[in-house]
């Protein structure tokens, strides 16, 4: 390939951390003020919570369909219908406060409560970025696309809470503001579908790659899956667990978590997620390093375990700013597990079955995060319950750590197998 950037990316590589930059910050943009704006329609927090959960059941659907088939179907095409459903989701949301409407576009639409990654983008782009760099510079490269999102996400907090206020002091009622935002989520899309368009056919499937070796019995496939299908799913189980726990805290609820605790106003929540999500981004950065010393599954546990701590313990902190400042030193390591389980899904299977792999993980994921904005909901409905989904979310977090430690240690990635054969020559 020729005009490569440093991490041996194309012109398609660059497409695809532009979309990235791009997607997460529509994330965070919307994110920061979605159940602020979900309350001034009318809804109370048992039904925020439900329609929360029902957002992100609707993307496991339409992502598990998507990405089990991008591999056959292709790529580009399926990133482009994912962009569409983004700004589907989006005209629903600023069009009408029926709820059973607002369920729908929930449902059907690409929205992310989070404001982190939803629907089929992040496993077709993981897919298609791996196999335009080496084993070695896998890691690394997945550091730097999470620290590129992690900005945009920091970036688009910032300025959704910061716009809202913004217009509220303008004039604008608080609704009004919101649905800027609504809007402007959806002109996003917009501008993904034109990047999305602008890939080439060297991002899909390689035509001369073997889905079984040699001397082997061909393996039935499943949802696009031959011979990783039990590690596979084994990763998808676990991953379910951690995302089931981080759905107690996704970022739209913690928004709201400040503002019934200490009454911060937008434009400071604004502030707080912008500082978390850099810290994120940075901690995503240096989980490349660290691998490199202690291998991907090691980091992804040792990284993770002491950030939930640090959850458990905010909803104990007596002021605004002790519990900022646990919330920020929390973010300063808990995000190190991110690119590495990326990296570690891509490189134990086989090239073809890598969409259907990330896919299926992410929808397991998907799956384990929707179910718990429900039951968070109700908590917060009540003043003595307040803080239980972060004392719910970082206990269950520590027992994923372990199971992940006890299950994966021994299965290595290639790099780590060489390095091992290496080392023992």
Do not use: C
């Amino acid at each position: 390939m020729t005009n490569r950037l440093n991490l041996g990316l194309s012109e398609n590589g660059r497409i695809l951390f532009s979309t990235r930059i791009l997607r997460l910050f529509a994330y965070g943009f919307l994110s920061v003020i979605l159940a602020l704006y979900l309350s001034q329609l009318g809804l109370n927090e048992v039904n925020i919570g439900l329609l929360l959960t029902l957002t992100l059941l609707g993307d496991t659907a339409i992502s598990l369909w998507i990405t089990t088939n991008a591999d056959r179907i292709g790529r580009r095409r399926m990133l482009i219908s994912g962009a569409i459903l983004m700004i589907l989701a989006a005209a629903l949301f600023a069009a009408t406060r029926n709820y059973y409407l607002l369920l729908l576009a929930a449902t059907i639409g690409v929205i992310s409560p989070s404001g982190n990654e939803v629907g089929p983008f992040l496993s077709i782009e993981q897919a298609s970025l791996t196999q335009l760099v080496s084993d070695h510079m896998r890691t690394r490269m997945f550091a730097w696309y999470n620290l590129a999102g992690s900005f945009a996400t920091a970036l688009g907090a910032l300025a959704g809470g910061g716009l809202s206020q913004l217009l509220q002091g303008l004039g604008y009622t608080p609704i009004l503001s919101y649905r800027v935002i609504v809007l402007g989520y959806g002109m996003i899309g917009l501008l993904l579908v034109g990047l999305f368009n602008r890939l080439s056919p060297a991002i899909e499937v390689p035509t001369n790659i073997h889905s079984v070796p040699a001397g082997e019995p061909a393996v039935p496939r499943f949802f696009g899956l031959h011979r990783s299908q039990k590690i596979v799913f084994r990763l998808a189980a676990l991953f379910s667990l951690d995302a089931f726990a981080g759905g107690f805290v996704i970022q739209s609820l913690m928004a709201l978590w400040f503002n019934q605790k200490f009454g911060v106003e937008p434009a400071v929540l604004g502030a707080i997620f912008f500082g978390a999500n850099i810290l994120a981004g940075i901690s995503a950065l240096s989980a490349a390093w660290v691998a490199s010393k202690i291998g991907l599954v090691n980091t992804m546990v040792f990284t993770h375990l002491p950030s939930n701590v640090l959850l458990i313990l905010v909803p104990f902190m007596p002021s605004l700013g002790l519990a900022v400042a646990l919330l920020l030193l929390r973010f300063s390591i808990s995000q190190m597990d991110v690119p590495t389980r990326q990296s570690y899904t891509m490189a134990v299977v086989a090239p073809d079955e890598r969409s259907a792999a990330s896919g299926i993980t992410g929808v397991a994921r998907t799956i384990g995060a929707s179910l718990s904005p429900v039951i968070t909901g109700a908590f917060m409905s009540n003043p003595a319950f307040l803080g239980l989904p972060l004392i719910l979310s970082g206990g269950l977090k520590i027992i994923y750590d372990l199971a992940l430690y006890f299950n994966f240690r021994s299965v290595k990635p290639p790099e780590e197998q060489f390095q091992t054969a290496k080392q023992g020559e």
